[in-house]
């Protein structure tokens, strides 16, 4: 990465996964019978980097003629199907800005996810098991008038690992991850397009960033400044879902983003691509013998968070 114009913000310009290169590595996973071993087997160098760092880019996975197939069907599934308006929905311009369970709805949108380059850095941290729980497509409109500060700092689950304030995983063993989200992208992102901004090695902190920064352009984690996912269509960036991250802020000419997210999952998290109210194991009178919230909560009925909002 080179430092952009912005406040000495990072900009991710180069490649900081590089999965061309395979050594011995024991950080990563191998699942045998359900069960995690650590492995020294033969993984790409962008493992360790998405492990050390919480987040990267691969360049030029899929090219201009597979982009531009992709993103036809992807418009293709927008006019017919309508806005599911999920709880994340808070306007009507908001909830239009997505289409989910896209593997369902397009042949291109399967075959994407399953692309060997992202695989090859998934599956030694997730397992060869690994699968997805949400697959969403975003198209972000033009201009900032729907989000002019971006979004805030956030995490997407976890921490998986909480700690106190000022504690770090130690560097000697492998951080544990259990999700990953990947934007495919359909178009080039720039500085002022609003791109994803990730706080390297933030996901090491065990921590939710702090609720009155949450804004904060200047943040750092240790010292480390924000990198800007700048990118060009058929990149794929990676980003663990405990790494502080947020949405730069869009400028009044911004291109806008489209994207598809999709997020990869251990074996053991169960799929959220339609709400459990829509998809669950519960019997119909057991659902009318669970009159509390907690009693709905615990036979899995909960209520929509990120993966599923």
Same mark, same amino acid.
């Given at each position: ?7 000495g913000?990072?900009?991710? *310009? +180069?490649?900081?996964l ?28 962008? /493992? ?9 880019? &691969? ?5 201009a $003629? ?8 992807? $418009? @293709? ?32 949108c ?6 060997r380059?992202?695989?090859? +850095?998934?599956e030694? &941290? =997730?397992?060869?098991? /690994?699968?997805?729980?949400a /697959? %969403? ?7 900032n008038? =729907? %989000? ?8 997407? @689950? ?12 130690? #560097?000697?063993i492998?951080?544990?991850i259990? +999700?990953?989200? %990947? ?6 992102v ?6 994803? #901004?990730? &706080? ?7 921590? +939710? ?17 924000p990198v800007?996912?700048?990118?060009? #269509? ?7 879902? $405990? ?24 074996? $053991? ?27 709905r909560? *615990?036979?899995? &009925? ?8």
């Amino acid at each position: 990465a080179r430092r952009g114009d912005r406040a000495g913000i990072a900009v991710a *310009l +180069v490649d900081p996964l590089r999965p061309a290169h395979h050594s011995g590595n024991p950080s990563m996973l191998r699942r045998i019978d359900s069960l995690n071993y650590p492995s020294d087997g033969p993984a790409p160098d962008a /493992c360790r980097e998405l492990e050390q760092d919480g987040h990267g880019i &691969l360049r030029q996975v899929f090219t201009a $003629d597979e982009v531009a197939a992709l993103r036809d069907e992807i $418009d @293709g599934i927008y006019r017919p199907v309508p806005p599911e308006m999920r709880d994340s929905a808070i306007s009507p311009e908001v909830g239009a800005m997505y289409r989910y369970q896209m593997f369902n709805h397009g042949a291109r949108c399967q075959a994407a996810i399953a692309h060997r380059r992202i695989l090859d +850095v998934l599956e030694p &941290l =997730l397992g060869t098991d /690994c699968h997805v729980i949400a /697959c %969403t497509a975003w198209r972000n409109p033009p201009g900032n008038a =729907l %989000t002019p500060n971006g979004l805030q700092w956030h995490v997407d @689950g976890g921490p998986f690992v909480p700690m106190l304030e000022g504690v770090r995983w130690p #560097a000697a063993i492998a951080f544990p991850i259990f +999700v990953v989200a %990947t934007h495919l992208y359909l178009q080039d992102v720039g500085p002022d397009d609003g791109p994803t #901004a990730c &706080l390297p090695g933030s996901h090491r902190g065990g921590r +939710v960033p702090p609720v009155e920064r949450c804004w904060d352009l200047d943040l750092e984690f240790d010292g480390r400044r924000p990198v800007l996912h700048t990118v060009r #269509a058929g990149d794929v960036d990676f980003r663990i879902s $405990d790494v502080w991250h947020r949405r730069w802020p869009p400028g009044p000419n911004a291109r806008g983003r489209y994207f598809l997210q999709t997020n990869y999952v251990r074996r $053991d998290i169960a799929q959220r691509v339609l709400p459990t109210a829509q998809v669950h194991h519960v019997a119909p009178a057991a659902i009318e013998r669970a009159t509390t919230d907690r009693e709905r909560r *615990l036979l899995g &009925l909960h209520p929509q968070s990120y993966f599923d909002a």
